[in-house]
C-alpha cells in the first residue's frame, strides 16, 4: 500500500560501489525498494550490508546513483545496532524519541506540551507506553531497541533502515518489532531489516535480499535462502549463516 502520490519507487540504488582506500566494500550494487514494501537484507558479516546503509544514508563516498523518493514522508531514517549507543549518557527515553522530530520540526528537541503527543504515540507505537521519564541507562537490550525505533518513526520517514534491529532480542518481542514492521509497510514506508535470522526471514518476508560485496539474490526468501542459495551466494554452508 502507497502512502505517495505516484509509482515512484521509495529507494533506488544504481551500480553502487563504496571504497575504503583500496578496499572494495561494495560493488556495483543495484536494488530497488518500492513504497510499502519490508524487505530483508541478509549476508556474511563483512558482506557489505552495514555499508550499504551508510551510502543510502549519504554517510560514505560512493560511486553510483542513489535516489530516495520523497512523499508525504520525509526522506530516510536509521536505527543503528544497539551495541554503538551510548548507555551512560544521562538522557531520558522521551528525550532520544524527541531528538528524531528535529527532521520534522527543525530546531532542537524539546519535550514541550506540544511535542510530548508525538513522542507518545512513537512509544505506543513499540510497546513503551509511558516510558518518556525513564533513563535510557536503565532499560533492557529489547526496550533500548524499541526506542531507538521509537525514534526513527518520530522523522515519519518514506524509508527506513534498520541495521540488526533484532539482534539480542527475545523471541516475544522479535515477533512483535517484526509485526510492526509490517504495519509500517502496510502504511507506506519502505522497511529494508538488516539480520542474521535466516529462519525468521523465511518466516515472515516476503523480499529478501543477498549481498556479498555486491547484491547476489533477490527475491523469495525460500528460493535466495535455499541450501543451494546460500551455497552459490555465499559458498558457506547454511549453520555458518544462522
Do not use: W
Not at 48 to 74: D, N, W
Not at 139 to 151: D, H, K, N, T
Not at 216 to 221: A, I
Amino acid at each position: 500500500m502507497h502512502d505517495g502520490l505516484n509509482d515512484e519507487p521509495a529507494l533506488s540504488l544504481d551500480g553502487v560501489t563504496v571504497r575504503y582506500g583500496r578496499t572494495v566494500a561494495v560493488e556495483g550494487a543495484s536494488l530497488v525498494v518500492e513504497q510499502g514494501e519490508l524487505v530483508a537484507l541478509v549476508g556474511p558479516n563483512g558482506a557489505g550490508k552495514s555499508t550499504l546503509f551508510r551510502a543510502a544514508l549519504g554517510l560514505v563516498p560512493y560511486e553510483g546513483r542513489i535516489v530516495v523518493h520523497q512523499t508525504r514522508r520525509r526522506g530516510i531514517a536509521f536505527v543503528p545496532q544497539r551495541l554503538e549507543v551510548d548507555l551512560d549518557f544521562p538522557i531520558t527515553v522521551g528525550q532520544v524519541v524527541a531528538t528524531g522530530r528535529r527532521a520534522v520540526d527543525g530546531g532542537l528537541p524539546r519535550i514541550s506540551a506540544r511535542l510530548a503527543p508525538a513522542v507518545a504515540r512513537c512509544l505506543s507505537r513499540v510497546g513503551l507506553d509511558g516510558m518518556e521519564r525513564r533513563a535510557l541507562g536503565s532499560l533492557s537490550g529489547g526496550q533500548v531497541q524499541r526506542v531507538l525505533i521509537a525514534r526513527a518513526l518520530a522523522q515519519e520517514p518514506s524509508v527506513l533502515l534498520l541495521d540488526e534491529p533484532l539482534a539480542g532480542v527475545d523471541p516475544m518481542v522479535t515477533e512483535s518489532l517484526v509485526d510492526l514492521f509490517i504495519r509500517l509497510a502496510a502504511e507506506g514506508a519502505a522497511i529494508v531489516v538488516s539480520t542474521h535470522d535466516l529462519a525468521l526471514v523465511r518466516d515472515r518476508f516476503a523480499r529478501c535480499v543477498a549481498i556479498n560485496r555486491t547484491i547476489v539474490g533477490d527475491g523469495d526468501p525460500a528460493a535466495v535462502l535455499s541450501p543451494a542459495g546460500l551455497e552459490r551466494f555465499f559458498g558457506l554452508p547454511v549453520a555458518a549463516e544462522g
